[in-house]
């Protein structure tokens, strides 16, 4: 079983839309979850982090944390085609160490306008 | 505005051949991690670097890698002899210890023929 698992995609909504992106890991030690966005060829950029379970909201994105499913979720509301970009999310514990990220493999998203 | 600079860009080098990825922080933090990602890959942990040590390293991370920071600023990436499945993104990123956020550089493309 992987260590985290993302739907790749690619997804497509109407300029507008609500979306939602998912992530559910397998490894209950990890704490902390972040959400960055990807361009093409371009370094991720963090867009969320959240450590306890429960919704964190800043602007027009909200990432949830569910740990006794392992699931977590990033929503943006009045999604823009300036939105278009892979989306990752990645984890880390305490235990690990160093602190170094485990990624999903990132869900390609196009806002249509 | 980019927490980490890298050099170069893009490099283009030959099998067996050494390679040089540089990474400089915009300003002092102890906390570094190289990472790579291979086309249409997920993002993957090389090593982590904090107080001028590899704090922890993954299995890709084997004797044909070594990082340094020579100067105590630039925050070095050597690849001895390159083979063609090292070609990836590689990024720099920097640590925040206290909320264990992780902000990405640009990145190097690397190309090996």
């Known amino acids: 079983q992987k260590e985290v698992e993302q739907d790749p995609g690619p997804l497509s909504v109407p300029e507008g839309a609500i979306v939602s992106l998912n992530c559910t890991y397998s490894?209950?030690?990890?704490?902390?979850f972040m959400w960055y966005r990807q361009y093409s060829r371009k370094g991720p950029e963090l867009l969320m982090y959240?450590?306890?379970?429960g919704n964190k909201e800043d602007g027009r994105f909200t990432a949830q944390v569910d740990k006794s499913s392992k699931y977590i979720s990033l929503f943006i509301r009045d999604s823009q085609p300036s939105d278009s970009a892979t989306y990752l999310c990645?984890?880390?514990?305490?235990?690990?160490?160093?602190?170094?990220?485990?990624f999903g493999k990132g869900t390609k998203l196009s806002v249509i306008p | 505005e980019p927490e980490v600079t890298q050099t170069p860009s893009h490099q283009v080098t030959q099998m067996g051949q050494e390679v040089i990825l540089r990474c400089v922080p915009i300003?002092?933090?102890?906390?570094f991690y190289w990472y790579r990602q291979i086309l249409g890959q997920k993002v993957e942990f090389l090593v982590s670097?904090?107080?001028?040590?590899?704090?922890?390293k993954s299995e890709i991370f084997d004797d044909q890698f070594s990082v340094e920071r020579p100067d105590g600023s630039n925050f070095t990436l050597k690849i001895r002899s390159t083979k063609l499945e090292d070609s990836a993104m590689y990024f720099c990123?920097?640590?925040?210890?206290?909320?264990?956020?992780?902000?990405f550089g640009p990145g190097t493309r690397l190309t090996v023929t």
């Open positions: 300003s002092n933090h102890l906390y």
């Open positions: 490894n209950s030690a990890f704490q902390y």
């Open positions: 990123a920097r640590g925040d210890r206290l909320t264990y956020e992780q902000y």
């Open positions: 990645a984890m880390t514990s305490s235990g690990a160490g160093s602190y170094q990220l485990t």
């Open positions: 959240t450590y306890s379970s």
């Open positions: 670097f904090y107080n001028n040590e590899i704090s922890e």
